[in-house]
């Protein structure tokens, strides 16, 4: 039988499916915010995350190593709830995608920040972001021999006299 994502697929440049971790209503204190009383006092926020991974490996191996634990990605939000200096809800989202890409190596994050009943006649405030991980470049003679050698030349590696 053959796999579904392992099927061929009828668009050679279709993006790879995503499988999706969330975490989603992960609730916790912070002092966040541009107003004088927001400055000392610790407010509510609500997070929803969403990191993609292109198949996770455990879905074949069934191991927590395979695939990012949401687990361990709670205790680094709640980490950084406890030490952030940062004053927008836009600057946390960003820097929780950014742990996502960089740290948990997601490909593709959407990220939602709430600050639940700022106001007495709002049920809720916030902002949600999406990203996407950046390829890596790649720097110096080595970029230079795989684009050579992607084009179907060799580089010349004999010595060359002064």
């Known amino acids: 039988m053959t796999h579904p994502s392992r099927t061929p697929s ?43 991974v ?18 361990v990605v709670r205790e ?10 940062l004053k927008l809800l836009e600057a946390l989202a960003e820097a929780i995608a950014d742990i996502l890409l960089g740290e948990f190596g997601a490909s593709w994050v959407r990220v939602k920040v709430v600050k639940p009943r700022k106001f007495a006649d709002v049920a809720s405030v916030g902002v949600q972001i999406e990203r996407v991980a950046s390829p890596v470049p790649m720097i110096g003679r080595s970029a230079t021999v795989v684009q050579l050698l992607g084009s179907g030349m060799v580089p010349d590696t004999t010595p060359r006299s002064p």
């Open 10 to 52: 009828a668009a050679p440049d279709a993006p790879l499916p995503l499988d999706l971790i969330f975490i989603e209503g992960l609730t916790g204190e912070t002092v966040i915010g541009i107003h004088e009383s927001e400055f000392h006092h610790p407010q509510p926020l609500v997070i929803d995350v969403h990191a993609g």
């Open 76 to 85: 680094r939000l709640l980490r950084l709830l406890a030490e952030h200096q």
């Open 54 to 71: 292109p198949r996770a490996r455990a879905c074949d191996t069934d191991r927590i190593g395979d695939t990012i634990d949401y687990s």
